[in-house]
């Protein structure tokens, strides 16, 4: 299993919010790229980045930080946050980045999610984060009239092969991840299910490795410090 630790960007700023909420921001640190190179001195080979006000507005507002952590080579980065059409794509791939997180426009435009995973393969990731078990969009504001688990099993059924599924009511939270969800999830065939969301204890990531989860994110544990990046890699080794 690999560990993603995550940097949430707003206005090229290190942030995390509680429960996605934008009037609840901590802001971490000033300089992304310096947190990606502690990451990387930690261990880390892999990175989640989200772009909030891209999220939320769909601007690139971030786009500089992301193409400066990019540029520092060694990792295989994730982005996500306002990726809503091909250009948008073409860019972060352009960059260096592995995989492009598809989320508001995966519910509201499945046919141009499918046209991309099948034009892009394993570069394309879907985000799916849920509340109350009904998937979020556009910035986890609104709530969609679909179960979580269906739309991971249609996502498959078109060919995306990794889902980043987030349980929007333990992020941010402190209080532990969701297990019994990422149980039902990987046990859909054919997609690689990383967790995000809530994880705060070394056990939890013992749990997720056993039951085959490919990822999990960690955030707001590293930044408070609730959990050691070098180990919690040695442990999801």
Not at 11 to 28: E, H, N, S
Not at 197 to 203: D, L, R, Y
Request: aromatic fraction near 8%; glycine fraction near 12%.
């Amino acid at each position: 299993m690999y560990i993603l630790p995550a940097i949430d960007l707003r206005a090229g700023q290190v942030v995390r919010l509680y429960q996605g909420d934008y009037d609840q921001m901590t802001v971490y640190g000033q300089d992304p790229a310096a947190q990606a190179l502690a990451f990387r001195q930690a261990g880390a080979s892999q990175l989640h980045l989200v772009d909030l006000d891209g999220a939320k507005d769909g601007t690139t507002a971030n786009y500089e930080s992301i193409r400066s952590i990019a540029a520092l080579g060694g990792f295989s980065i994730e982005v996500g946050g306002g990726i809503r059409t091909q250009q948008r794509i073409e860019d972060y791939l352009a960059l260096g980045v592995e995989r492009c997180i598809l989320g508001t426009v995966a519910v509201e435009d499945f046919d141009f999610t499918a046209r991309m995973a099948k034009e892009y393969g394993s570069h394309i990731a879907v985000g799916v984060d849920a509340r109350d078990g009904y998937v979020a969009i556009k910035g986890w504001k609104e709530l969609s009239g679909e179960k979580g688990i269906d739309f991971c099993r249609r996502l498959a059924d078109v060919g995306v092969s990794t889902v980043i599924y987030t349980d929007i009511s333990r992020d941010g939270a402190m209080a532990g991840t969701n297990l019994e969800l990422y149980r039902q999830l990987t046990a859909i065939p054919g997609l690689n299910i990383i967790a995000s969301g809530g994880i705060s204890f070394e056990p939890e990531l013992t749990q997720l490795k056993e039951m085959g989860v490919w990822g999990a994110i960690l955030g707001k544990s590293l930044y408070t410090g609730a959990l050691d990046l070098t180990n919690c890699i040695k442990i999801a080794e």
